[in-house]
């Protein structure tokens, strides 16, 4: 269990994905004005980010090693995030039509999100077990939501805020990702466990 939490915990703060692995900056910096958004997207990708994590270790280890096709991985995570994410569309759609309108077009993108992906892989790269790939996968999920939540606070205080004509808009939010980014970055030194 302790080591469980420390995964988690290293993988939300130490090794965040957004901001220390730079994946998924696409979402980060289209769904981050508003923090109601924010976390809609943030949900979404934690539960299928979760659901990949599991799902795609079981087909790793139940079909693509057994019948010797690891070559085919990532085309076929790429097939069950897909999935996955089609079952998340339509629970919003039908479930919060507000948060599925909101969410626009970045809500397929999650289909294409890196971040996902790249847990996923990180999971079988790094040789987790089912449990500890679906950790792995909430807290990345986690992760994102943390970082996508703490930058549209900070955007949501931009605007309300005295910048210079030039820095206004997409420059100023590409500074504070920047600082942000440098600010997790400084937990890179700290040792867990």
Do not use: W
Not at 38 to 53: D, E, N, P, R, Y
């Amino acid at each position: 269990m302790r080591d469980l939490l420390i995964l988690a915990t290293t993988v939300i703060f130490v090794e965040n994905i957004v901001l220390t692995q730079f994946l998924g900056i696409c979402p980060f910096l289209g769904v981050s004005k508003k923090v109601s958004t924010a976390i809609g997207m943030g949900m979404a990708v934690t539960f299928v980010m979760t659901l990949a994590s599991f799902m795609t270790y079981l087909c790793q280890i139940f079909l693509l090693i057994p019948l010797k096709i690891e070559y085919m991985q990532t085309m076929t995570f790429i097939l069950i995030i897909a999935s996955l994410v089609q079952f998340v569309e339509m629970f919003l759609q039908k479930s919060s039509p507000a948060l599925y309108q909101a969410l626009g077009i970045y809500l397929p993108l999650i289909t294409t999100n890196c971040a996902v992906l790249g847990v996923a892989l990180l999971n079988i790269q790094e040789k987790y077990n089912l449990i500890q790939s679906i950790v792995h996968g909430f807290a990345g999920g986690l992760s994102f939501t943390l970082a996508i939540v703490l930058f549209a606070g900070v955007r949501e205080r931009l605007e309300s805020a005295n910048i210079p004509k030039p820095l206004r808009g997409f420059p100023i939010a590409l500074i504070s990702a920047a600082l942000m980014s440098l600010a997790f970055m400084g937990f890179s030194g700290l040792k867990i466990g």
